[in-house]
């Protein structure tokens, strides 16, 4: 069973930076391709950012480009989303997602994390 975990989700000042990580077991990491989604109250989750199976390969939404850099270590099992010049508007649950190609789109994605808040202060 595929299992992805999250953490580093926190409150934060408007300008500030947060690294999330989500470790994944129950299936070759290196076979995965990755996404990072978010989804803000009363809106539906959308992409973030993905990332290829030996991250040669990176995409990102219009809205964070410049300013969030998703990354893996396969050794670790484990993806990162670094979050920088952090923007109340970006305050969501964020979710990683494991799936076989990486895309946009939700339904690409067959394994996901439970999720960790995001919050930026103004």
């Known amino acids: 069973q595929v299992q992805l975990v999250e953490s580093g989700g926190g409150l934060v000042q408007a300008g500030g930076s947060l690294r999330l990580s989500c470790v994944v077991s129950g299936r070759t990491f290196s076979s995965l391709a990755m996404g990072w989604f978010r989804q803000a109250p009363g809106k539906e989750r959308e992409f973030v950012a993905a990332i290829s199976w030996t991250g040669a390969n990176t995409y990102y939404a219009d809205s964070v480009k410049g300013r969030f850099t998703i990354s893996r270590d396969n050794a670790k099992n484990t993806v990162y989303l670094q979050m920088n010049s952090l923007r109340p508007e970006v305050t969501a649950v964020y979710y990683c997602?494991?799936?076989?190609?990486?895309?946009?789109?939700?339904?690409?994605?067959?394994?996901w994390g439970q999720g960790t808040q995001v919050t930026v202060s103004s």
């Open positions: 997602a494991a799936g076989n190609w990486p895309r946009r789109d939700l339904e690409s994605y067959d394994y």
